[in-house]
């Protein structure tokens, strides 16, 4: 029988709780201590969890001798610490997105990991869903065509941060999901956002992506919707895709629709539209929960060596584009180009 991989939450506000019932009952693991600042949130692992230690420091789960593995859901602004501590303690760190508040601190990280022969993993959840994996499958098999646009909202009333605004918020999401999907680096980020509420960040912001080939990706994301909306649409030459998180059931639909021209008339200039509208495939998906399906990645990682889906690289990727969207929002929305080799970096 084989010793269950031992792993120390740091953090049980928001999303530590997730993190702890999925490490605490995935076979292969168990969570050996749970750390957080505030002592009524460590009275709620106590009363769910008896077996589990608590602490209000986090370097004693750091420093803990029974610990293999930490999972680290705090604010952004405490990342890279946290880690860079966990990891020259000889722990394999799991961490939840963004990864860090820089990518100068990001490339540490991945440097440290590599130096320590240490898994270092980025929680980019919506990577692990089913959902966002079968659009992969559609994509990489051509059902769509050459791709054309990616348009994403994430909208919805609240939480509003005090230390980030949406886009650090939201858009790591989007950002994940659109560098798992393309295959192409992108060559500029321009946004532009609006504070309403006087709080001092922004709550509604819209962020455009340009690629080399024309491929152009837009993403809306916002505080302050009446609804909470998770929509994407991906357009190829072929075939159209629409993936609707909020949707019970049918979350990913490929429509055969499309637009050609015809061309067959006398003079160049007469270009018809043909307008194409057929079936409509709502193809079956995994629905482990992509949190447990996460987990279970990240220890088998940890058991084979391997690198993660959602490693550092991943999250370094996605750190750039959020600092490029920041340096864009700052300047009024002018477009940021992308240094190709140190981003491609981030992919290599």
């Known amino acids: 029988m084989h010793t269950p991989l031992r792993v120390g939450i740091i953090g049980y506000g928001y999303w530590g709780p997730n993190l702890v019932r999925n490490f605490f009952s995935v076979d292969g693991s168990t969570v050996s201590m749970v750390a957080d600042l505030e002592e009524e949130n460590l009275n709620k692992v106590r009363s769910v969890y008896p077996t589990i230690r608590t602490t209000t420091n986090a370097k004693e789960v750091i420093e803990d001798p029974n610990t293999d593995a930490i999972a680290i859901a705090t604010p952004v602004s405490s990342h890279y610490v946290l880690a860079k501590s966990a990891m020259n303690a000889g722990k394999h760190v799991f961490i939840e997105k963004p990864m860090t508040k820089t990518s100068a601190q990001a490339e540490e990280l991945i440097e440290l990991a590599k130096g320590k022969g240490l898994i270092l993993m ?46 650090w918020d939201l858009a790591p999401h989007d950002l994940s999901i659109l560098s798992y999907l393309v295959d192409e680096n992108p060559d500029a980020v321009q946004a532009v956002g609006h504070k309403h509420v ?35 649409l991906i357009g ?68 084979s060596g391997k690198e993660p889906v959602t490693g550092g690289r991943e999250g370094l990727q996605v750190v750039k584009l959020l600092e490029a969207a920041s340096e864009s929002l700052a300047s009024g929305g002018s477009f940021i180009a992308l240094q190709h080799p140190s981003y491609a970096s981030a992919v290599s």
């Open 198 to 232: 006087g709080n001092n960040q922004e709550e509604l912001a819209f962020i455009n992506i340009s690629y080399p080939s024309g491929f152009h990706a837009h993403i809306r994301v916002s505080w302050l919707s009446p609804v909470k909306m998770r929509l994407m």
């Open 122 to 167: 980025v929680d980019h959840t919506f990577v692990y869903t089913g959902a966002v994996r079968k659009m992969r499958e559609l994509i990489e098999s051509k059902e769509l065509g050459d791709l054309y646009y990616f348009d994403s909202a994430r909208i919805n009333l609240g939480l509003l941060q005090h230390d980030i605004n949406v886009i």
């Open 236 to 303: 190829g030459s072929k075939r159209m895709l629409v993936y609707d998180d909020v949707e019970p059931s049918e979350k990913v639909r490929v429509y055969d629709k499309g637009v050609n021209f015809d061309i067959s008339g006398e003079e160049v200039t007469a270009f018809t539209p043909i307008y194409r509208a057929a079936d409509v495939l709502i193809p079956k998906l995994d629905r482990a929960e992509a949190l447990k399906t996460g987990a279970m990645h990240f220890l088998d990682c940890i058991k």
